[in-house]
């Protein structure tokens, strides 16, 4: 059963544009999430997190937001860069009961020049 | 550092067969995991270990997985016998014991089962 869930499997946006990928999760537990960021044949690699006791945290271009009453996160990138382009994997743990993360699916950048 | 070494980075192997993939957790890492991603499922966890104690296998699928972790430095994940639905990318990661730590993963095991 998905916890974590990214329902556009894609997306394409223009450099220098904002990108925004989305994330839901279902488990109330969750009190920490992640992002991360994979290119083909890489292992994922970690981008930006928050803390449930946030809703918005934010790292150069990237900013992540939470709205827990929603259980639903976001990833803006801005401005968006043609090195941008791959997977990118919403994350979430319950920190009280390890520290096992429950990955979405994924959705694949495309920044085109 | 090194980073998370797994190895093979890829094995072709018949169905039938054994296949041990192979993790090295980053130099004080306390916890390991085992991922797999394949593209119906995506990233699912199989199992994660702490102070190299199975802590949760509840997502390994069955009993011809298994993982050991003698020691601090190292981990076996273990297909036998395995099976062509078997094929898919297997990650490691590793991190600190601390509260929400991020994870840092291995470069991952394509593994193509015939």
């Known amino acids: 059963d998905q916890q974590v869930k990214q329902n556009s499997p894609s997306l394409s946006v223009q450099e220098g544009r904002i990108s925004i990928l989305n994330c839901d999760y279902t488990n109330s537990m969750f009190d920490y999430f992640l992002w991360y960021k994979k290119y083909p044949a890489e292992g994922p690699t970690f981008l930006i997190s928050i803390s449930s006791i946030k809703d918005k945290n934010e790292d150069g271009r990237f900013t992540v937001f939470l709205n827990k009453s929603a259980k639903h996160l976001s990833l803006h990138i801005v401005p968006s860069q043609p090195g941008d382009s791959a997977v990118y994997f919403c994350a979430a743990e319950n920190s009280n009961s390890g520290y096992a993360l429950n990955f979405g699916k994924g959705t694949s950048l495309l920044v085109t020049p | 550092d090194a980073g998370v070494i797994q190895s093979p980075r890829h094995e072709v192997t018949e169905m039938g067969q054994e296949v041990t993939l192979r993790c090295k957790p980053i130099?004080?890492?306390?916890?390991l995991f085992w991922y797999r991603q394949t593209m119906m499922r995506g990233l699912e966890l199989l199992i994660y270990f702490n102070n190299n104690v199975p802590i949760d296998d509840s997502g390994m699928p069955e009993d011809r997985f298994s993982a050991k972790m003698p020691n601090a430095s190292f981990s076996t994940l273990k297909i036998q016998p395995s099976e062509p639905r078997d094929s898919a990318v297997y990650f490691c990661?590793?991190?600190?014991?601390?509260?929400?730590?991020?994870?840092?993963f291995g470069p991952g095991t394509r593994l193509l089962v015939l």
């Open positions: 990661a590793s991190s600190r014991q601390i509260a929400a730590e991020t994870q840092y």
């Open positions: 130099s004080g890492h306390n916890s």
